[in-house]
């Protein structure tokens, strides 16, 4: 049963547009994350929240920023995309963060840069 | 810092037969270690995690997977695939006190009738 909502499923933008996506997870959890996939399938974190503050920021451009608003949303907006940012973005969520706690993904957000 | 390798990119198999996917990590300490599977067009799905005790874990759907510390490794098996065990799997390590999840580049297994 899906717990962790991402919307939209699919965003086609073109070069310079900015783009915000959404996920809620119904779980409870007080940690949520972003991925990003790319055309390989490989998986980068990008972004960790847990119970709104930021506790891990991956080497990722500037342009990328995750917004909060309560522990149950994480949002990304990507400002001005460029071309290699086309990829599947995976939201997730945990109960606390820690180390050996099972991760809960949504269905992910391709996005298609032209 | 650990690293997680996987091998195999893809690996295809008739239904009914066995399967292993091979997963390596590499880390001095404590670490946890776990199986996820991505169907196509979906998100990963959690199959199951070891960090002590018996070193072969049950997940579900009928796979298991086995910790060695002598080889690095911690390889999923199941005893007999079925169409829908077709997906990508990928093998994630964290160390204690990580802060988050490193997975493997991921194996691809297609299950023919």
């Known amino acids: 049963e899906t717990a962790v909502f991402q919307t939209p499923n699919y965003h086609v933008t073109q070069v310079g547009n900015e783009v915000s996506f959404n996920c809620k997870q119904t779980l409870g959890h007080d940690t949520m994350y972003w991925y990003k996939q790319d055309s390989k399938k490989l998986l980068k974190i990008m972004f960790s929240?847990?119970?709104?503050?930021?506790?891990v920021n991956e080497t990722v451009p500037r342009r990328f920023s995750p917004q909060s608003s309560d522990k149950a949303h994480l949002n990304l907006r990507i400002k001005s995309v460029e071309p290699e940012d086309s990829a599947v973005y995976l939201c997730a969520s945990s109960i606390t963060g820690a180390s050996a706690e099972t991760l809960y993904f949504g269905s992910g957000t391709r996005l298609t840069v032209l | 810092t650990q690293t997680v390798s996987q091998s195999d990119a893809h690996v295809t198999v008739f239904e009914g037969d066995s399967v292993e996917l091979r997963c390596n990590y590499s880390y001095g300490g404590s670490i946890y270690l776990s199986w996820y599977i991505q169907h196509h067009g979906h998100g990963l799905q959690f199959l199951l995690k070891y960090y002590s005790g018996n070193p072969v874990v049950q997940g579900v759907n009928g796979f298991e997977a086995e910790f060695s510390k002598s080889d690095s490794s911690f390889h999923l098996r199941k005893a007999s695939v079925h169409w829908s065990d077709s997906a990508v799997y990928f093998c994630?390590?964290?160390?204690?006190?990580?802060?988050?999840?490193?997975f493997g580049t991921g194996t691809t297994v297609s299950v023919s009738p």
């Open positions: 994630a390590v964290s160390a204690q006190g990580g802060r988050a999840l490193i």
């Open positions: 929240y847990n119970n709104k503050q930021l506790i």
